[in-house]
């Protein structure tokens, strides 16, 4: 009688990847909009404040969100002529571009 072949078990990644012109992103559009008061209203239930405030914070810092967005794309077209894309490493949180 032959022996089975066993299944070859596909080994998880140590590592994980986060993106640092996408984080670096959201931490300013989270800034510019207001996000962390916004979330405080939702939670304690005051649904119309938290949305007011993300309206007067979104069209008071529309030029400062627009950059932003705009810087995030450019960085995002330069970085594509990295070979591995790879910026740092530190520890199992891998820091792409």
């Known amino acids: ?8 078990s596909r080994r ?9 012109i996408e984080a670096g992103t959201a931490l300013s559009l989270a800034a510019s909009t207001g996000a962390a008061q916004a ?3 939702a ?3 005051n649904l119309n404040q ?5 309206q007067t914070n979104t069209m008071a ?11 995030a794309f450019v960085g995002k077209m330069l970085t594509k002529g ?3 894309g790879r910026l740092a490493k530190l520890g199992p949180i891998v820091v792409k571009a």
């Not at 009688?1 to 070859?8: I, P, Q, S, V």
């Not at 998880?12 to 640092?20: D, M, Y």
């Not at 938290?50 to 993300?54: D, G, I, Y």
Request: no cysteine; net charge positive; proline share 0%.
């Open 82 to 84: 990295f070979s591995s």
């Open 12 to 20: 998880r990644s140590k590592t994980f990847n986060i993106s640092a």
């Open 61 to 71: 810092n529309k030029s400062k969100i627009v950059g932003a967005l705009g810087a």
């Open 39 to 41: 979330v405080q209203d």
């Open 1 to 8: 009688m032959a022996a089975r072949r066993r299944k070859t």
């Open 43 to 45: 939670m304690g239930g």
């Open 50 to 54: 938290a949305l007011t405030t993300l």
